[in-house]
């Protein structure tokens, strides 16, 4: 048995079978010695990585497109998260959770007032109202509103003393905060200011 496998023994099949058990060898030795802490940073690149694979930290998001079955997640009915936003009508600024007009209107009894602010706007949406005391005073609070002269109507009424089935309405007489009462005729008007609820 010896002689025969002696006989077979060549120098190229030594050559061969040395060849295999090194390359198998080799395949062998990368495959369970080679690790992560001994690939350099930044040295691979995306044919060096099994498709999906990477994923988590490894990903910098910045340099991700937009998914494409995702092209209208940033918008609402083709309105975009910018217009979404909730804002004051222009002419008013924020307080007190509503939008209060900057400039006073001339004086005006308190029925006129109420139909001039509902008119406003009331195209482009519920229109405006007056303020009630606790808006009108913090609205005072800000630089840019400034009482007018004789004080500012606001959208509390009580029922008159001095004129049955009438009523009287609540008025801020200064910066303070200050507060009388004025009928509802063109005996008392007042400035007013009109209020509106943010809008996008």
């Known amino acids: ?33 080679i690790s992560g802490h001994q690939i ?20 910098k998001e910045k ?4 998914v494409p079955r995702a092209q209208e997640a940033a918008r609402l009915d083709g ?9 004051c009508p222009e002419g008013t600024i924020p307080a007190a959770d509503t939008c209060i007009e ?16 509902a008119n406003t706007d009331s195209q482009a949406g519920p229109g405006r109202r007056l ?13 840019e509103i400034v009482l007018a002269p004789g004080g500012e109507l606001t959208s509390q009424v009580y029922p008159s003393s001095s004129k049955p089935g009438l009523v009287e309405v609540l008025y801020v007489t200064n910066s303070a905060g200050d507060v009388a009462l004025t009928p ?3 005996t008392g008007p007042k400035s007013y200011r009109c209020v509106a609820d943010p809008l996008n």
Do not use: W
């Open 131 to 143: 303020p009630t005391y606790n808006e009108l005073a913090i609205a005072l609070t800000h630089t």
């Open 79 to 87: 309105v975009t998260a910018e217009r979404l936003l909730v804002r």
């Open 63 to 66: 340099t991700l497109g937009i």
């Open 40 to 59: 350099k940073a930044h040295s691979l690149t995306a044919r060096n990585y099994k498709a999906n694979s990477v994923t988590g930290k490894a990903v």
């Open 184 to 186: 509802d005729d063109y």
């Open 102 to 117: 900057t400039q006073a209107r001339p004086p005006a009894p308190f029925h006129t007032a109420l139909l001039e602010c």
């Open 1 to 33: 048995m010896r002689d025969r496998i002696r006989a077979r023994l060549t120098y190229a099949n030594v050559t061969a079978t040395l060849a295999l058990f090194v390359a198998l060898g080799g395949v062998s030795y990368a495959a369970t010695k």
